[in-house]
T-cell receptor, first 114, second 111 residues
Framework: DQQVKQNSPSLSVQEGRISILNCDYT??????FLWYKKYPAEGPTFLIS?????DKNEDGRFTVFLNKSAKHLSLHIVPSQPGDSAVYFC?????????????FGKGTLLTVNP | EAQVTQNPRYLITVTGKKLTVTCSQN?????MSWYRQDPGLGLRQIYY???????DKGDVPEGYKVSRKEKRNFPLILESPSPNQTSLYFC??????????FGNGTRLTVT
């Protein structure tokens, strides 16, 4: 049973436009959500996170939105740059437990075209 | 520089030959974990450790062992590797208020 789903395996956008990556989850116990970016031959790199008590978190060009009632979150990148081309993983966790386990989606490959 | 270091980056071995993948972190994190990444399955947790001498199973622990004798090191041990353990492995570390930091991965092929 996949608890975190990224239904779009890939996304292609033009440089300067907005990239929107989506993620859905099924486990209502998740209370902390993260986005990681991964380049080939490197490990995932933390990008931005959001707690379940918030509905928006912004960091420069990156904004994450959380809709708890819909169990949906999205990552907005504005403006998109060619260097943003990477695989983006959505991840979720239950804070306060004995395991800081991240449950990952399968990832979305973002390609930003010059 | 804060980092998680895994070695080796690439490893090709044969079925049944014991191997160890090392992982070291320099951030004084108490928590460390191993994940494997497979096509179509994303990243799945193998084992984790909350502190020295404290380890526990993740979602896919079969065929793996770990140890945590020192805070900075968390090796992954495959006593008798099999072809279904061919995968990309990531070590990660973190703290209570710190997102997980990942190493650059170890690509293992078992023939």
């Amino acid at each position: 049973d996949q608890q975190v789903k990224q239904n779009s395996p890939s996304l292609s956008v033009q440089e300067g436009r907005i990239s929107i990556l989506n993620c859905d989850y099924t486990n209502s116990m998740f209370d902390y959500f993260l986005w990681y970016k991964k380049y080939p031959a490197e490990g995932p790199t933390f990008l931005i996170s959001i707690s379940s008590i918030k509905d928006k978190n912004e960091d420069g060009r990156f904004t994450v939105f959380l809709n708890k009632s819909a169990k949906h979150l999205s990552l907005h990148i504005v403006p998109s740059q060619p260097g943003d081309s990477a695989v983006y993983f959505c991840a979720a966790m239950v804070r306060g437990g004995s395991n800081y386990k991240l449950t990952f989606g399968k990832g979305t490959l973002l390609t930003v075209n010059p | 520089e804060a980092q998680v270091t895994q070695n080796p980056r690439y490893l090709i071995t044969v079925t049944g030959k014991k191997l160890t993948v090392t992982c070291s972190q320099n951030m004084n994190h108490e928590y460390m974990s191993w994940y494997r990444q497979d096509p179509g399955l994303g990243l799945r947790q193998i084992y984790y450790s909350m502190n020295v001498e404290v380890t526990d199973k993740g979602d896919v622990p079969e065929g793996y062992k770990v140890s945590r004798k020192e805070k900075r090191n968390f090796p992954l041990i495959l006593e008798s590797p099999s072809p279904n353990q061919t995968s990309l492995y990531f070590c990660a570390s973190g703290g209570l208020n710190s997102p997980l930091h990942f190493g650059n991965g170890t690509r293992l092929t078992v023939t």
